[in-house]
């Protein structure tokens, strides 16, 4: 063999030898990198723009149910101003049928009939003109009984003269008679506290989805700048960052309730 052909195949070999060894392909690409970025943006802003959409629609909720607690609270109000008023109304009337009453017992203790006559006419009149079932019930008034034009007068004595003083006895320290006056407006406002205690709780749900919005944002900044970065190593570490972050925004947000009501809520 010729000096130039040993020549050139030791100079291919040399060159065999000095070819760099070809590369292992990651599997993180550049192009890999890039589509998952991509599609981490997509997902992050569908689910920033439903985490907006059910904050606003808890917003709006919350909204509505402090107009409607206070609409409520002031009927509540009224009702209850009304029931003192009544009640107020009752007391004088009663304070009426107890003198009407003392009348009747000081006039049969010494045998007045006249006197007798007199306020026992008065008596049924007041009660026939003003005396409510409610209060008649708890004195045992007998509104057609004693009213009836037989023996109307021997009736009322009986009724006054009973051993167990319920004629006598003030209605008012009956805690369930007096409690009845001021049951209804008492439901009402307990339905204006609900209201209320649901508008705060949209209140709190607004604010959490708000949180989840403000994290969301923060992992779309992140996928935003993955391409500013020529090391692959800082591409992939702010990426898991984001990662982290979108799972953790996402599992809050799981837990949050929906809204009630509103939008596509119903």
Same mark, same amino acid.
């Given at each position: 063999m010729s000096e130039e052909v040993k020549e050139e195949v030791k100079t291919e070999a040399t060159a065999e030898v000095a070819k760099p060894a070809k590369e292992k392909k990651s599997f993180l690409s550049e192009n890999a990198i890039e589509i998952?970025?991509?599609i981490l943006l997509g997902v992050t802003a569908l689910l920033t723009a439903w985490a907006s959409y059910a904050g606003s629609i808890h917003g709006g909720n919350q909204a509505t149910? %402090?107009?409607?607690s206070n609409n409520i609270a002031s009927d509540g109000n009224?009702? %209850?101003? +009304?029931?003192?008023?009544?009640?107020?109304?009752?007391? +004088?009337i009663w304070n009426q049928i107890s003198e009407y009453e003392v009348a009747i017992l000081y006039a049969d203790s010494i045998g007045d009939e006249d006197a007798i006559e007199e306020n026992v006419w008065k008596l049924?009149? #007041?009660?026939?003109?003003?005396?409510?079932e409610e209060m008649g019930s708890v004195i045992g008034y007998d509104y057609y009984g !004693?009213?009836? =034009? +037989?023996?109307?007068? +021997?009736?009322? $004595?009986?009724? $006054?003269?009973?051993?167990s003083g319920q004629a006598v006895t003030s209605p008012f320290i009956n805690e369930d008679f007096v409690n009845a006056y001021y049951e209804d407006s008492l439901n009402v406002l307990a339905e204006s506290e609900e209201v209320l205690a649901q508008g705060q709780q949209d209140n709190a749900n607004g604010d959490k989805f708000s949180l989840v919005t403000v994290i969301y944002s923060v992992? $779309?900044? $992140? #996928? =935003?700048?993955? =391409?500013? !970065?020529?090391?692959?190593t800082n591409k992939v570490v702010v990426m898991a960052i984001s990662v982290v972050c979108l799972l953790i925004a996402f599992i809050y947000m799981l837990t949050i309730p929906l809204p009630a009501s509103g939008g596509i809520f119903g």
């Open positions: 998952i970025t991509v149910n %402090y107009a409607k009224s009702r %209850y101003n +009304e029931a003192v008023q009544r009640m107020a109304q009752d007391q +004088e049924q009149w #007041l009660c026939a003109d003003n005396l409510t !004693f009213f009836d =034009g +037989e023996n109307d007068q +021997e009736e009322i $004595l009986a009724w $006054l003269h009973d051993e992992v $779309l900044f $992140l #996928l =935003g700048i993955v =391409g500013v !970065f020529k090391n692959k």
